[in-house]
């Protein structure tokens, strides 16, 4: 028995850990975006996007993709892609008829490896130098950068996407590759489409002129391939902007964002300007459209205030994702927003992994001390559910509340639901002094609650509580 407490308080722990990393000291209360419910593709990808620290795809990516430290592709690539147990290619570039995934050294999804910022108010930093010589992906030899771009030309996908991934591994060595990759900007295959941004932001300065023009092709994936990459590049490709921007006044809604979107990571300091092109995306009819431009909102935060009154209808949209979105976008621009609460707390009613995003959000709102009696009942709600995970998690979130989540708490350990009254006991546990009004209670469901894991989970909060010397 003692081992399953153990167990709970180890998930606890690792639960606040987490959001204790995930919050710097500069955005402490900044909504984590591993917490959001869908950073949508702009409409390019079929969703839907799972919780994710990146920037949608605008529709340039068919989705779900999952918590990564990647750019979305706003729609630009497949999905599902997931973590492939073994070598030699990540995905199966229409080789297969079911998603696969990605060679271990990928993060999930197929997605950029960048090292995210998430949290912060800058965008991930450029794509660090590639490594001037790919490693073999499989037991043939290595082949040169010229094999490669015959490669390119296969019409066996599995083989194009081998190759694009290689090249990426050359990077500025690659840098005649470029003309040769430029058109699978277009390719059939999101997956393979995808690839070919990284390859081509890791050769770096000498594919900026081919991107720049990419800008202005007719064809609309091309378009919005190069404007993807850019972003990848970060401050590398500053002198791209001025192509970007004339795409700000673009009809096509997906392509008007992922230039906004662009812009930003290459340079932050242009946020004034992105924000009200993104603020218009936000009235697309497509939802994975909004659902891209709620998501950089989002990471842009509170320099995003201009866009508040486009985000606030999206809190009454007719899709779940979205409607939750909105709220955490909110959220992260300016924790003040009336009608954050109420949103996340409908969205506990539905399926994960929206009810999850849902109550780590409120829990965030809880440390921030800012949600009042409406975040107290929604996360009191929240630890009746039978999802014994999510009822952790609002517990986890009272015990944030300091002396506000007390009185909640201590009403818990009189539920006729077992695990209530556990996890209630575990939350306590981790309160300290703040929890010292509740020893009482504790140290009786301690001796007489009917469930062994109940009393040794009361028992162990009266002795972290009494341990804790704090006034």
Partial sequence: MKSKIFQRTIRWLSLASALIVAYPAQAQYRMHPAYHPYWGCFGYCRGPLNPTPHWGCFGYCPGPINPTPHWGCFGYCPGPIRPYPYPPHWGCYGYCPSPIGVVLNYPTWGVVRDTSTSGSDQPAPAPSPAKPKPKPVSQDSDQSVDDLIKQLKSTNSRQRGEAVEKLEAYGPEAARAVDALMPLLADKFPSIRLETTFALAKIGSAALPALRNGLTSPNKMIQIGSALTLGHMGSQAKEAIPDLKKLFSSSELALSGHAAQAVWRIDPSQAAEVVPVLGKVLSSPESAVRMGALSTLSQIGPTARGAVEEIRPLLRDSEAQ????????????D????????????????????????VHALQHIAKAGVGGNELIEALTKAMQVNDQTMALDAAVGLSYLGAGGVAPLKDALKSSNANVRINAAIALSHMGAAARSAVSMLEDLGKNDSSEEARAAALEAVAEINADRSP
């Fill in 335 to 358: 924790p003040k927003q009336k009608g954050i609460v109420p949103v996340l707390a409908a969205s506990l009613a539905d399926k994960p992994p929206l009810n999850y995003d849902a």
């Fill in 322 to 333: 979205t409607r939750l979105s909105a709220a955490l976008a909110l959220w992260n621009i």
